[in-house]
């Protein structure tokens, strides 16, 4: 597992190259589970005809990019508890159990 950060979440978090893969599977996963249970599968049907590129495959620059693309988007799923599941290795946990406990 290496320790170099390769990017800086908006709330000031440095991210190594595992933590952002975690982060972006995990909102991959949320946003086929929101499309489904919306009624549209195009995305997940596009997976299974067309494939999807691995995360683990892309370059560091390359994760950045797609961090770029989905860090709004994440930190609105993080915000209205979407989440479909907890990351265990995340700098903003603690922050993200605060945001749930106030929710209750």
């Known amino acids: 597992m290496t320790t170099e ?28 589970k929101k499309g489904m249970e919306e009624g549209d599968y195009d995305y997940v049907s596009s997976i299974s005809e067309q494939g999807k590129r691995g995360f683990d495959t892309m370059s560091n620059g390359e994760l950045f990019c797609e961090w770029g693309d989905c860090e709004a988007g994440y930190w609105g799923m993080m915000e209205r508890g979407e989440a479909p599941y907890e990351l265990l290795d995340d700098p903003n946990r603690e922050e993200m159990k605060a945001w749930s406990r106030d929710d209750d």
């Not at 000031?12 to 933590?19: N, Y």
């Open 5 to 32: 950060i390769i990017a800086t979440d908006e709330r000031g978090q440095e991210l190594t190259r595992e933590q952002l893969i975690a982060r972006l599977v995990l909102y991959d996963v949320y946003c086929m």
